[in-house]
């Protein structure tokens, strides 16, 4: 499982798949997200805003594993 480390609180899923190259650009993340590809902690989610805290793992097609981890 792969570990990606925030400065912040949180990090939106479009700029977790963005910091981790899973999309090159935010449109790309959008049709990914939109398309029922990724999930936060097991539940399905399609919007591209939703908040992803330190602890929650995310999902991408059923083979990559995201751990959001905080820096502080």
Same mark, same amino acid.
């Given at each position: 499982?792969?570990?990606?480390?925030?400065?912040?609180?949180?990090?939106?899923? &479009? $700029?977790?798949?963005?910091?981790? #190259?899973?999309?090159?650009?935010? %449109?790309?993340?959008?049709? *990914?997200?939109?398309?029922? +590809?990724?999930?936060?902690? &097991? $539940?399905?989610?399609?919007?591209? #805003?939703?908040?992803?805290?330190? %602890?929650?793992?995310?999902? *991408?097609?059923?083979?990559? +594993?995201?751990?959001?981890?905080?820096?502080?």
């Amino acid at each position: 499982m792969e570990s990606v480390l925030i400065s912040g609180e949180y990090i939106t899923l &479009g $700029q977790l798949l963005k910091m981790s #190259g899973i999309s090159q650009t935010g %449109g790309q993340a959008k049709f *990914i997200i939109m398309d029922g +590809r990724v999930k936060v902690n &097991g $539940q399905t989610i399609r919007q591209r #805003g939703r908040k992803v805290f330190p %602890g929650d793992v995310v999902e *991408i097609d059923k083979s990559k +594993r995201i751990r959001v981890n905080s820096e502080e």
